[in-house]
């Protein structure tokens, strides 16, 4: 189907565009009324995740109050080890929670890559999205990276320093690389059945990568997202899939990052887009990178701040503005609004006419 609003893949193509295109993580969420309206209806996350009508329409909501330039399918980076067997919970006051998690060598031992079967309601809700779509704007499908994986699976919950999982890494770093080897292979796995449902784009969460040094983050998280890439279908039903990756907090890795032969590399506020399109060259799009919090600021500073981010980056195709993190749920939707409207708006004297 002919998209009518191609313009995020145009932009990592380096094609000229009219505008720079925008997407936000975590752009269907918590922010937006309709959606905690599906989420009480569906009872929890975690059925909200596992339903594929619900998760479809929740996806779709922000694209019916916004003029965004991609969808991403409304999921869940820890949907893997939950079909592994970890049982995965929400909790209100404590996030993502596994109920089984690591706690022994045995328990990796016994880890295998899941059945396709038991994330059929992801390739489900993609299925039906794209046609919901109807050709509107790209679909972006996704997955956690093995090494943000490995730490909450370990941890069992999100808590400041991962430390039992960096405790591993020291203590029997073969252990830890045996079970980052099953989620490479899990991810890539779980992507491919994304981009076979109809995902025109795939982005990797490397959440947790900035929480190791240079030669720790090679050898655990970069490494496995480089076997990855090697296994996606980039080449898909005559169609070329982009692939996005993106860690929290590497800036300071971004040379290596570029050299994985990903797509586009996203990156947070702790670096600018001059310094990174510097840094990066040719080799891969830049996407990001404005700070979550600033969209709790009055209008004018939000366009104020798009004018900059877009002036940092400078004229030409090669650039999708997001955030450099996911939206928070206490953002107001007008701000969402005056966000994208002035990123369409501003960005139109970077590109010719």
Known sequence: MQLKNDRFLKAIWRQPIDKTPIWIMRQAG???PEYRATRERAGSFIQLCKT???ACEVTLQPLQRFSLDAAIIFSDILTIPDAMGLGLELVESLGPRFNHPIRQARDIERLAV???N???YVYEAIALTKRELAGLVPLIGFCGSPWTLAAYMIEGQAKQGFSQVLALM???PRLLHNLLDILAQSVAAHLNGQIAAGA?????FD???GLLELADYQAFSLYYMQQILSLLYRDYNKKRIPVILFTKGGARFLERLAGTGSDVIGIDWEISLQEAR????ERAVIQGNMHPALLLETPEVIREEVRKILASFGQGSGHIFNLGHGITPDVPPEHVKVLVDAVHELSECYHEK
Do not use: K
């Open 30 to 32: 918590r922010y937006l």
């Open 52 to 54: 594929p009508e619900l």
């Open 114 to 116: 899941p059945d396709p």
């Open 118 to 120: 038991s994330l059929h």
């Open 170 to 172: 020291q203590e029997d």
């Open 200 to 204: 025109e784009a795939v982005m990797i």
């Open 207 to 209: 959440t947790w990568g």
């Open 278 to 281: 510097q840094r990066v060259g």
